[in-house]
């Protein structure tokens, strides 16, 4: 039973900087797409960016480039989302996820999210002064 597990939110200044990780069981990080997504109250949730090492890099939203970096440690099985100058607006609970699909594919699908397979519980990021 495959499952990953996201930590690192909490309270945060505006301004301030969060790195969010994302840590696989039960499956090699290696050969997966890692996809992270956000859901503030009443809001649909937001696609942020797909990641591959064995199809591709990072496909990345516009509106998230400047700000959000992800990454990987392959060896330890763990992905990340560095949140760089928090805002408000940022306020959600972040979600990782993974499936054995190329982000190219994933990205051109209808509902990208519909494409994941494993999904964490989410950890929560409260951007406030």
Do not use: M
Request: include cysteine.
């Amino acid at each position: 039973q495959g499952h990953v597990v996201e930590s690192g939110g909490g309270l945060v200044q505006p301004g301030g900087s969060l790195r969010l990780s994302c840590v696989a069981s039960g499956f090699s990080l290696d050969y997966y797409s890692i996809g992270w997504f956000r859901q503030a109250p009443g809001k649909e949730r937001e696609g942020l960016s797909c990641s591959s090492s064995t199809y591709e890099g990072t496909k990345s939203r516009d509106f998230v480039k400047e700000r959000f970096t992800v990454s990987r440690d392959n060896a330890k099985n763990t992905a990340y989302l560095q949140i760089d100058n928090l805002k408000p607006e940022d306020t959600a609970v972040y979600y990782c996820a993974a499936v054995a699909f190329s982000c190219t594919l994933i990205e051109g699908a209808a509902d990208p999210a519909s494409l994941y397979d494993d999904w964490g519980q989410g950890t929560q990021v409260t951007v406030s002064s």
